[in-house]
């Protein structure tokens, strides 16, 4: 399993944007697909956004068209570009790694809070 950093987090005002990104231990990173979720108080955690280990990407219907997930496996780290925040953004964001045996990792979490 590799283990998993995020970084990123912080409050920013509607509109606005944020980068996470989540470094990731380990000389096999580029065989993992990734993914980030989020948990919101008194919510469920929901997919946000994945790529898979050739770059293929997947998002909620909720965050289309303003976040963009993307990887650079040169230096192990997955990242989700956040534009056009909305308040119902905040949340704690969570990175995820799968391995190609379906082993999950998870990250400790990073708050993003979207004033309105």
């Known amino acids: 399993q590799v283990q998993l950093v995020e970084s990123g987090g912080g409050l920013v005002q509607a509109g606005g944007s944020l980068r996470l990104s989540c470094a990731a231990s380990g000389s096999i990173f580029h065989f993992y697909a990734m993914g980030w979720y989020r948990q919101a108080p008194g919510k469920q955690r929901e997919l946000v956004a994945t790529?898979?280990?050739?770059?293929?990407?997947n998002y909620a219907d909720s965050v289309k068209g303003r976040f963009t997930i993307s990887r650079d496996n040169a230096k192990n780290t997955v990242y989700l570009q956040m534009n056009s925040l909305k308040p119902e953004d905040t949340a704690v964001y969570y990175c995820?790694?799968?391995?190609?045996?379906?082993?999950?990792?998870w990250g400790q979490g990073t708050q993003v809070t979207v004033s309105s």
């Open positions: 790529i898979t280990s050739g770059g293929s990407t």
């Open positions: 995820t790694g799968r391995n190609p045996i379906l082993t999950d990792s």
